[in-house]
């Protein structure tokens, strides 16, 4: 499978489009939520039909009652949800009760799994422990039926004080493409196994690995505002934008990086070629199959992996960005001039890092999480993909 960054489907735009980079007000989702591979680049198999979905409560601490699911997102244009029975209903205003919010909860079985059939869609999978969430069905500014997603990063959304977590999928013609996601925050322990050509599984958080990841970033001085109670972590790129994180956090290293290569080459690899870059005239430009350059990023730009590392779809710019965007949060950027690292062993290993990221990786059984906006370079994604799909199962696994 080519890491997603060397595919057509560009996570970062699809993050911000879904509104990730809101603070104040939670998210309206205008396309498929971020993280899918809504294409296939070329793929020729077809999945057939609706997919059997399973979703297991192993979490030891929530009964199936207390545990509420929702599935919601995008067919043929148009924003829909998933109703108990299989089948999609559209977003209405109608649905928004005299609280002013829907509910569109799917409830868990009486015990056991429980079992669910999902049509092609594009989409998230919320799950909340102890209490709903609160949607809200909206207009958005093509005059649409839309829905404000949970903003668990901002303090004033209503869903801040629910425990809450969700995947991500696209299910189309093309197969069954889905991933846990720590881009906005991580909460809820699980895992998704797809089974199809292949038995895939990805995402499960070892024994004690929720605890030793809130434990480890409370003991950064500049991660610790992120951890909220036992409920979640906020990503860092949120937190910045919430006034909990700095704002130059990432300053020296960029910095050094920028002084680094004035002086010699950094070379990026990529499925279009190899790309040879200096520094020249503050930008840090690259010649080899295209010219391309950027820009020195600021904090933001770095853990968003957006504004002055924004990568987009031409299949030249855009994988060398993402390349540079890994290597700037996993700080292998100065020490490995040949891009990408591949050695998880070089991660994470300078006191200046995105320790968040650091954290959600070696939360997880397989070492793979997505942490930020670009971890799939070099396969270190929780993303699993198949064509020819059979079942899709979630377990929420122990606290």
Same mark, same amino acid.
């Given at each position: ?24 007000v939670?998210?309206?989702a ?19 039909? @609706? ?29 829909v ?33 429980t079992?669910?059939?999902?049509p ?15 949607? &809200? ?17 901002v303090a ?15 299910h ?10 720590m +881009? ?20 499960? +958080? &070892? $024994? ?13 001085e500049?991660?610790? #505002?992120?951890? +909220?109670d $036992? ?17 130059d ?30 520094? &020249? ?10 010219? +391309?350059?950027f ?35 996993r ?8 891009? #990408? ?9 300078? @006191? ?23 971890d ?24």
């Amino acid at each position: 499978m080519a890491p997603r960054h060397q595919r057509s489907l560009t996570r970062r735009k699809m993050l911000f489009a879904l509104g990730g980079a809101a603070v104040g007000v939670p998210a309206i989702a205008a396309i498929a939520p971020h993280a899918l591979a809504g294409q296939s680049g070329g793929s020729t198999t077809a999945a057939g039909g @609706a997919l059997p979905v399973t979703v297991v409560n192993n979490s030891g601490s929530f009964a199936n009652g207390s545990v509420h699911l929702y599935v919601v997102g995008n067919a043929d244009g148009k924003q829909v949800r998933l109703t108990p029975d299989g089948t999609l209903a559209p977003i209405a205003l109608a649905d928004n009760g005299a609280d002013g919010f829907t509910d569109y909860a799917i409830p868990l079985a009486g015990s056991g799994a429980t079992t669910l059939s999902l049509p092609h869609m594009s989409g998230r999978i919320y799950v909340s422990l102890g209490a709903k969430l609160k949607f &809200r069905a909206v207009t958005d500014g093509n005059g649409n039926a839309a829905l404000q997603y949970p903003a668990g990063w901002v303090a004033s959304d209503p869903n801040y004080g629910i425990l809450h977590d969700c995947a991500e999928f696209t299910h189309n013609a093309d197969g069954m493409f889905c991933n846990t996601t720590m +881009v906005d925050m991580f909460s809820v322990p699980m895992s998704i196994r797809l089974t199809g050509e292949k038995d895939q599984t990805t995402g499960a +958080v &070892r $024994d004690g690995g929720r605890a030793a990841a809130f434990a480890a970033l409370r003991q950064v001085e500049e991660f610790a #505002p992120l951890v +909220v109670d $036992d409920t979640r972590i906020i990503a860092p790129g949120h937190g910045l934008d919430a006034g909990l994180f700095a704002k130059d956090y990432f300053a020296p290293y960029i910095d050094e990086v920028w002084s680094t290569y004035t002086g010699k080459d950094l070379t990026v690899t990529t499925n279009a070629g190899t790309f040879t870059g200096r520094v &020249r005239g503050e930008r840090l430009t690259f010649d080899g199959p295209a010219a +391309v350059s950027f820009a020195r990023p600021s904090t933001r730009d770095v853990l968003f992996c957006d504004g002055n590392l924004a990568a987009p779809n031409d299949g030249k710019t855009g994988p060398v960005a993402a390349v540079l965007g890994a290597a700037f949060n996993r700080s292998t950027l100065i020490s490995h001039p040949a891009q #990408p690292t591949t050695d998880p062993a070089a991660f994470y290993r300078g @006191a200046l890092t995105n320790h968040y990221a650091r954290a959600v990786h070696a939360a997880t059984v397989d070492g793979k999480a997505y942490g930020f906006a670009f971890d799939d370079v070099a396969d270190f994604a929780s993303y699993v993909q198949d064509t020819r799909p059979t079942g899709f199962t979630l377990t929420l696994t122990a606290f």
